[in-house]
């Protein structure tokens, strides 16, 4: 590859890839002339020889997945997660040719499927999004899933009392705890942080005023990556229970760890000083019947029964929204002004 100014001054990065056997020369324009440009660019030059090298007549589902997969800029976690969705997608369609995939097809290939609808939903959302990166390559000319409805649940929703602790069910399961379950429940309670985004956390990362979230546990790839969304990048800010929290925490860290030999800067951390991880945690918990999530749903509806806005809390807990949130935090609302509307019942004015 090699970098190339035309008479009109504009830089192209431009390289030689193999196309049916022969070598053709590929280019395209960056603006400044940077790793992060030359990275960007050998990907679009290599998605241009890409779709040079098949005939959509003849490409088929499984090698129009190996290219999306190969191509896609995701984290490694993400990666593994698509690859399980394409395995349900591809036993549910069959590895056909992209051209016989219509509308139609896709429709009674997902509805007909005897898979959970949990399942197939899930698949469909990744199909979708596939589907519209090949019409973008070329490959098909309009997406077969556009209007491919998700399948209906098969059974109803949960209950949001079931999706959040009350104070007092807290309390009573702070009381069952000891060590680093006691202290990790009462954290997340405290933040609503995700169970990932806590694992990953360093005390570094703990500011007089703040908590960075910028970074998180993966338990599919073992690995440290970026959080979420864009939106789970935050400040979290240190109410002044969690600074109580956050003291008496880190006075029982440097005690523990003196105790039994350990140096790490995790914030949290297993007995033998490694990543405090999820799998670790629910051990700790399931047998209280509660799962780590709850956590972060707990939270919400803690800070939604002092009158804390929606709004505020999804910035706090890193979400743009999502229906269990809203579900939770509606339902905890809607419960405290029947609790308001009942005292003001029982009071006499006049």
Not at 118 to 127: K, P
Not at 276 to 290: A, H, K, L, N, P
Not at 321 to 338: I, L, N, P, S
């Amino acid at each position: 590859m090699w970098i190339e100014r035309t008479s009109s001054g504009t830089l192209r990065y431009v390289d030689r890839i193999k196309v049916d056997g022969k070598y053709k020369k590929f280019s395209t324009a960056i603006e400044k002339d940077t790793a992060q440009a030359r990275r960007a660019a050998a990907e679009r030059l290599q998605q241009k020889a890409m779709a040079e090298s098949h005939d959509p007549t003849e490409m088929s589902l499984k090698k129009a997945v190996e290219d999306y997969l190969k191509l896609k800029d995701c984290r490694e976690s993400t990666r593994i997660y698509l690859r399980g969705q394409f395995r349900v997608i591809e036993d549910v369609l069959g590895d056909v040719p992209l051209q016989t995939l219509t509308p139609a097809y896709v429709r009674r290939s997902f509805y007909g499927s005897t898979k959970k609808h949990s399942v197939l939903n899930r698949a469909l959302n990744s199909f979708k999004t596939f589907c519209d990166w090949c019409v973008g390559m070329e490959y098909m000319e309009k997406s077969p899933a556009a209007g491919v409805k998700r399948l209906k649940d098969e059974k109803p929703e949960k209950d949001p009392e079931e999706l959040y602790l009350e104070a007092d069910q807290l309390r009573t399961l702070l009381d069952g705890l000891t060590g680093m379950p006691y202290y990790m429940t009462r954290f997340l309670a405290l933040t609503g942080m995700r169970i990932g985004e806590a694992s990953a956390l360093d005390v570094s990362d703990i500011t007089d005023t703040y908590i960075i979230v910028s970074k998180a546990f993966s338990c599919d790839s073992g690995e440290i990556t970026k959080p979420k969304n864009v939106s789970s990048i935050r400040k979290v800010f240190i109410q002044p229970e969690l600074r109580e929290l956050l003291d008496e925490f880190l006075q029982w860290r440097r005690l523990n760890q003196m105790a039994h030999g350990i140096r790490t800067e995790r914030l949290f951390y297993s007995r033998t000083g490694t990543i405090y991880t999820e799998r670790y945690y629910r051990r700790s918990i399931m047998r209280f019947g509660v799962h780590p999530h709850m956590m972060r749903h707990t939270h919400v509806a803690l800070l939604a029964e002092q009158g804390i806005s929606l709004e505020a809390i999804a910035r706090r807990i890193g979400h743009t929204g999502t229906e269990t949130t809203k579900r939770v935090y509606y339902h905890v609302t809607a419960k405290q002004k029947e609790k308001d509307e009942s005292m003001i019942a029982a009071v006499r004015i006049l």
